[in-house]
């Protein structure tokens, strides 16, 4: 059974940083491309970063250029994303994501087969 559980949210004031983790269990991880999305209140679900299983190709929204990177550790089944730079409208529940073993990365969430709960990250002005 695939599980992917994310953690690192929390608040922080605008400027600030956080790390998000979201750990693998159940895949090869190492074959998965994997995906940041975030969804804010009543907003649609949208693509933030993804990083290709192989070469580490990494993808970003351009909202978040320059601020976040995505990382991936295969030996620990874990992926990151470091945000630096936050800012208010960063504040929605970020979600990660593994798409089909080999596949690419993709912008669309529906391409993606495998979803964590979900953790929360708010930014005050």
């Known amino acids: 059974q695939v599980q992917l559980v994310e953690s690192g949210g929390g608040l922080v004031q605008a400027g600030g940083s956080l790390r998000l983790s979201c750990a693998a269990s159940g895949l090869t991880f190492s074959s998965y491309p994997m995906g940041w999305f975030r969804q804010a209140p009543g907003k649609e679900r949208e693509f933030v970063s993804g990083?290709?299983?192989?070469?580490?190709?990494?993808f970003y929204a351009d909202s978040v250029k320059g601020r976040f990177t995505i990382s991936r550790d295969n030996a620990k089944n874990t992926v990151y994303l470091q945000m630096n730079s936050l800012k208010p409208e960063d504040t929605a529940v970020y979600y990660c994501?593994?798409?089909?073993?080999?596949?690419?990365?993709?912008?669309?969430?529906?391409?993606?087969?495998?979803w964590g709960q979900g953790t929360q990250v708010t930014v005050s002005s």
């Open positions: 990083m290709h299983w192989i070469g580490g190709n990494t």
């Open positions: 994501a593994a798409r089909k073993a080999l596949g690419s990365v993709s912008y669309r969430d529906d391409d993606y087969d495998y």
